[in-house]
């Protein structure tokens, strides 16, 4: 699409180039005669061809019952670059915007007559590659925030089909993408729930939930090799884990009720440590900046901002702030550094903090965003107090890049 699509040609530019702007010293780049010159350089370019993107969305104006691919290609190549660039407020208005046309796509060829309008290849690129990457950071985006000020209110109905879950699974790919596909239907099930519009769903999120489980549990997966075994059985373990603790406590009015998941956190985090051993092992000669995958980044966000016992919550930190990655919405280190920034503000004026008793009600928060303005900026996050809903105020804080 990149050779033929302007639009998506200067998108995909400008992320390679930002990428590059962000890549270690030593690294192989043609431009580079200094650090900072490159950087300036490619961040200099990257803009140049993010706002030759939009122009040219602007003056092509494809239409998107007709070429509904390329406008859901670019939602995504946007949320990459503000990725890289910003942080959250940017992300987070290409995802709302990707999944009310993912929503609207899904209505439309529903009906048969609209479903022949389209091409094989447009339907399966939409349905198994765009689709998943959205659901998968929705779900980022879920763990990283209180999302409900951000994601709730979209005009469309949320809800979606539970997957069809097997008995088991022929390769840990096939599970992952269930996973995803149970999430977001739990997700919409919550939602959709808390904002009482539309008809429920008739299966619980918990029993979809233990259904996947179960398959994943009586799955063998012998022909995959040993230590991706391990390693993924751990992350896809560990995910199941959050979701128990994001069904159990979404309509949650305080935040005391996960006191009551302190022995999952733990659990959470003893699997996020072993994942991080088998991957400094395994992936010496290996350098990523930038994954779509979720890793272990949100969960140990959500257990450091949300578990109040201080060594669970202060050992998520730790694996954040040891991590070089971008894991999807965020740089695992930005991420360990706002939920430092919410331990300081929550144990202020506190002497010595024994357990999650000790960290009283009203002085517990809940993240809403957070936007980095350049590299030399702090971060600024948005949080809120007790009554949380979408009604709360919302407080500032700035978080320092390095402490």
């Not at 002085?363 to 590299?375: F, G, M, P, T, Y």
């Amino acid at each position: 699409m990149g050779h033929s699509e302007v639009p998506i040609k200067h998108a995909l530019t400008a992320i390679a180039s930002l990428h590059e702007s962000q890549e270690p010293l030593g690294a192989s780049v043609s431009v580079r005669r200094s650090e900072k010159h490159a950087q300036i350089t490619a961040q200099t370019l990257a803009l140049k061809h993010y706002s030759a993107a939009i122009k040219a969305v602007q003056s092509e104006s494809p239409n998107m019952s007709s070429r509904p691919e390329i406008i859901l290609a670019l939602c995504v190549l946007f949320i990459c670059f503000e990725q890289f660039r910003s942080g959250d407020a940017a992300c987070l208005l290409h995802l709302k915007a990707g999944l009310r046309l993912i929503y609207w796509w899904r209505s439309r060829t529903s009906v048969y007559t609209n479903l022949q309008e389209y091409s094989r290849p447009t339907l399966d690129f939409i349905n198994n590659h765009i689709t998943p990457a959205l659901q998968r950071l929705r779900v980022q985006f879920s763990l990283c925030m209180d999302s409900r000020h951000k994601l709730m209110n979209l005009g469309v109905p949320l809800c979606l089909p539970p997957p069809n879950v097997p008995s088991s699974y022929s390769s840990f790919i096939s599970a992952r993408i269930d996973f995803d596909r149970t999430m977001n239907y739990i997700l919409s099930y919550l939602e959709t729930r808390q904002s009482s519009d539309g008809v429920l769903p008739t299966q619980s999120p918990m029993a979809v939930l233990c259904r996947w489980k179960t398959s994943l549990d009586a799955s063998t997966f012998s022909e995959e090799r040993p230590v991706l075994q391990r390693c993924t059985r751990n992350l896809l373990e560990l995910y199941f884990h959050v979701s128990v603790v994001i069904i159990e406590t979404y309509h949650a009015k305080t935040e005391s009720i996960f006191d009551q998941h302190t022995p999952r956190f733990a659990i959470i985090v003893d699997l996020a440590e072993n994942i991080s051993s088998m991957c400094v092992e395994k992936s010496e000669n290996f350098s990523l900046l930038f994954s779509f995958d979720l890793g272990i980044t949100p969960p140990m966000f959500l257990v450091a901002s949300r578990c109040r016992q201080p060594l669970i919550r202060r050992k998520a930190v730790a694996l954040m702030l040891q991590s070089p990655i971008y894991h999807g919405a965020w740089q695992d280190r930005y991420s360990g550094l706002c939920a430092q920034r919410i331990i300081e503000i929550e144990e202020e004026k506190i002497d010595v903090v024994m357990d999650s008793i000790t960290v009283p009600e009203e002085r517990r928060i809940r993240k809403v965003s957070a936007d980095l303005q350049d590299e030399q900026s702090p971060i600024i996050m948005q949080f809120v107090r007790s009554p949380f809903d979408a009604t709360s105020q919302i407080c500032t804080t700035s978080v320092p890049l390095a402490y």
